[in-house]
């Protein structure tokens, strides 16, 4: 994690995707419960981490690009981007990924669909999809990580999103 300049407090994620700026309300609101926050980036930081087994870090930020298209989160979806951007993954499939396009490896298609899966409609995240991935050659682990990946994504998409309502709600009063 970063430092800003003239704070102390630590700009995570969230922070970096919903831009506020020290002081502000919301920000401060946010920071009253510094335990959350630090959760938060702690729980971004381990599904990142290069220690995960069976998916690489580039795998797991697909499918967190994939999620926030999916779940129409732009400013999530275009940090994940950079990041993948950084991590040297070729821009034709950080764009089918992001577009929703067909990629061509199997593995990471039946990711992706999965990812989608559980998205849209999850009542489908049963039984015969994780055999999916397990036929598309995920581990049980990778098939965890992948599962708990997902799960946080919906949450730090929701928290994003819950943020910009409350900065939009409090421009418009």
């Known amino acids: 994690m970063t430092t800003l300049s003239d704070s102390s407090l630590a700009v995570d994620v969230i922070d970096a995707t919903v831009p506020l700026v020290p002081g502000h309300a919301i920000r401060l609101l946010r920071q009253q419960r510094d335990k959350v926050v630090a959760a938060t980036q702690g729980s971004y930081d381990a599904m990142f981490s290069p220690s995960v087994d069976g998916l690489s870090v580039a795998e797991r930020l697909l499918v967190a690009l994939h999620a926030c298209s999916v779940s129409k989160a732009a400013t999530l979806a275009a940090h994940y981007r950079e990041r993948l951007l950084a991590e040297g993954v070729d821009r034709e499939l950080i764009a089918a990924v992001g577009s929703g396009a067909p990629v061509a490896d199997a593995r990471l298609r ?9 998205i849209e409609r999850p009542i489908e995240g049963d039984r015969a999809a994780v055999q999916s991935l397990a036929d598309a050659g995920l581990s049980t682990p990778a098939i965890v990580a992948l599962g708990q990946l997902i799960a946080f994504l919906s949450y730090q998409v929701r928290v994003v999103a819950g943020l910009q309502a409350l900065a939009a709600a409090e421009v418009a009063a």
């Open 110 to 118: 039946t990711a992706l669909a999965f990812t989608a899966s559980l």
